[in-house]
């Protein structure tokens, strides 16, 4: 009866595949919008010279039009800056950023410094590590004036190529699942600290942008995506997300010394932010999100015990052990119950 053990592993599995299957909002729900108001994305860049071609050109590709693409280069070291600089033009601009002021993360400073330059209507804010399909930025603008929201943004599919990311990765989308769970009650929350935004992609208009105190209010944060969002609820702002891993993907860390620099960050410091401000709770979060990941890697251990527990003895063991056929034969001939045979052994053992 061992495999009962399993049922509950495999009643959340089922459980998890269903609410793949049937997630909601879809952005494949929203059908394309292929002109509208000038689209300004800016995409920081610092020593992205491995992304930032694959990113820049899956923007261009865009089936939506009028946009701009303005590429931030955060003082990068490996040639990221040269890599954009000959493609620049006509939609393409290139802006060498300057260093951070006293106070402000280095991707935030960046973000502004491309929002100064900006003239578009609405804003995208996408990272370098992202590929773009061609309908991704139609159906958003789409999705954005559907459903009357001031900031919309998107769950792309995770690329996970090392074994350290597929080791690692899918342990923490499903702590960090567990917290957000369904995302439709996401969606133009009024509680702050419920609202989440994903800042590899975050479409926005102007003006809301700026009554929620731009990336300026968050400067400080290292979770710059859920603060700004934060500040969109607390500014009466509407948020939106929807799933969209057909039209979008990224791979955020190539290395295990990524990973753990990358999620050690951004766990510690970021996802307290998404509970009730109770500094107790906050500060409990990092360590006990992981529950609902580690119940994957407990079941195996705990099946092995229960199969252990249930299979018959080995054939040594039978040998061996105080009630096989051997022991009860040499008990017959010496005359002593096996009974008492058997109580000396455990007395010896004792």
């Known amino acids: 009866m061992s495999w009962l053990l399993a049922a509950p592993w495999i009643v959340v599995l089922l459980l998890v595949v269903y609410g793949y299957a049937t997630r909601r909002p879809r952005l494949r729900d929203y059908e394309p919008l292929t002109t509208g108001p000038l689209v300004s994305v800016i995409i920081p860049a610092r020593n992205e010279a491995r992304n930032i071609e694959r990113c820049v050109r899956s923007v261009l590709a865009t089936l939506y039009s009028p946009i701009e693409v303005i590429v931030v280069d955060d003082r990068s070291t490996d040639g990221t800056a040269e890599i954009v600089e000959p493609a620049t033009g006509g939609r393409l601009r290139l802006v060498h950023g300057s260093e951070p002021p006293l106070g402000w993360f280095g991707k935030q400073w960046a973000i502004v410094q491309g929002y100064r330059v900006a003239t578009g209507e609405l804003l995208l804010f996408t990272d370098a590590d992202t590929r773009h399909e061609p309908e991704l930025l139609a159906r958003s603008v789409r999705a954005l004036q559907a459903e009357r929201v001031d900031l919309f943004t998107v769950l792309p599919r995770q690329e996970m190529r090392t074994f350290w990311e597929r080791l690692i990765q899918p342990h923490v989308f499903v702590a960090l699942g567990a917290r957000a769970g369904n995302i439709a009650r996401i969606n133009r929350t009024r509680v702050d600290w419920n609202a989440i935004a994903n800042g590899q992609f975050i479409l926005t208009t102007r003006a809301a942008y700026e009554r929620a105190g731009t990336h300026e209010a968050v400067k400080h944060s290292i979770a710059d995506d859920l603060a700004l969002a934060q500040n969109y609820v607390r500014s009466g702002k509407d948020i939106f997300l929807a799933h969209a891993q057909e039209f979008m993907a990224t791979r955020m860390y190539g290395s295990l010394r990524e990973i753990i620099d990358g999620w050690s ?78 109580a000396r052994r455990w007395w010896r053992l004792s």
Do not use: E, F, Q
Request: hydrophobic share 35%; charged share 10%; glycine share 6%.
């Open 265 to 342: 960050k951004n766990l510690a410091l970021g996802a307290p932010l998404m509970m009730p401000p109770i500094p107790w709770v906050r500060a409990l979060l990092p360590y006990v999100m992981w529950l609902p990941a580690l119940a994957w890697i407990v079941h195996p251990s705990c099946g092995c015990c229960a199969s252990a527990w249930d299979s018959p003895p080995s054939p040594r063991s039978s040998r061996c052990s105080p009630g096989s056929s051997s022991t009860r034969l040499r008990a017959r001939r010496s005359g002593t119950p096996s009974s008492i045979h058997s």
